[in-house]
């Protein structure tokens, strides 16, 4: 099993609301990462997680929580969003965390912030 | 000036050409690695290397560590292969060790 899955695969949400981001992979990655990623642009990296814990926070706001539950499980909890946060929201997995590895990217979850 | 310059940014081409996408970077890195993404699709992976050439089908990808560049090419190129095609390097550095720094991409047409 190759596959990153990402639930749900559309999100519309106010910015009121709290909701959360899943993603699971089976390949016994130790390494996951979020991606954020706007219209016609490369993706941008929000968070690492290395053996479950946090390893890379790029200064995201805190209204994006990351979780990672156990190996396989990666969350991220919403609340309080703005309009400009709308984008494809990319789960990733690799082996370890090191660029020598490949990365598994999951299809995405695109988020509409009213 | 961008870490990780991609040229060119956009490319059509017709059924059968031959395709080149090149990359330049200016840092030092752990891997290169060259991602595609479909229209509102993920991002597949289709190669990583750290030194000469790989080939997939009718990819092929090259890198040269001493110029800091690779390329990547397509022969007998698809409309199926009509995509985004990423560049992506990996840090050798400690501190940011699983951070891949992006190109900002190609957007290759191939029409019929």
């Known amino acids: 099993d190759t596959e990153v899955t990402q639930t749900p695969k559309h999100l519309v949400m106010g910015m009121t609301n709290k909701k959360s981001l899943k993603c699971e992979q089976h390949?016994?990655?130790?390494?996951m990462y979020w991606y954020k990623q706007k219209a016609k642009k490369p993706p941008e990296l929000m968070f690492v997680?290395?053996?479950?814990?946090?390893?890379i926070n790029e200064s995201v706001p805190s209204r994006f929580s990351p979780e990672c539950p156990n190996s396989s499980l990666l969350n991220l909890h919403l609340h309080a969003l703005q309009p400009e946060d709308s984008a494809l929201y990319l789960c990733?997995?690799?082996?370890?965390?090191?660029?020598?590895?490949?990365?598994?990217f999951g299809p995405g979850t695109r988020l509409t912030v009213l | 000036k961008n870490e990780v310059e991609q040229s060119p940014q956009n490319l059509t081409a017709q059924e059968g050409e031959f395709i080149t996408i090149n990359c330049s970077y200016s840092?030092?890195?752990?891997?290169l690695h060259w991602l595609q993404q479909h229209p509102g699709g993920g991002i597949v992976s289709l190669f990583m290397?750290?030194?000469g050439k790989k080939k997939h089908g009718r990819l092929i990808a090259t890198i040269n560590i001493q110029e800091k560049h690779s390329s990547l090419h397509i022969t007998a190129s698809h409309p199926r292969d009509s995509a985004v095609y990423i560049c992506?390097?990996?840090?050798?550095?400690?501190?940011?060790?699983?951070?891949?720094?992006f190109g900002q991409g190609t957007i290759l047409t191939v029409h019929p």
């Open positions: 290397l750290s030194s």
């Open positions: 390949m016994g990655h130790r390494a």
């Open positions: 992506a390097v990996g840090s050798s550095s400690g501190t940011s060790y699983g951070k891949l720094t």
């Open positions: 990733a997995s690799s082996q370890i965390e090191s660029g020598r590895y490949e990365q598994f």
């Open positions: 997680y290395s053996y479950e814990k946090l390893s």
């Open positions: 840092v030092g890195i752990s891997a």
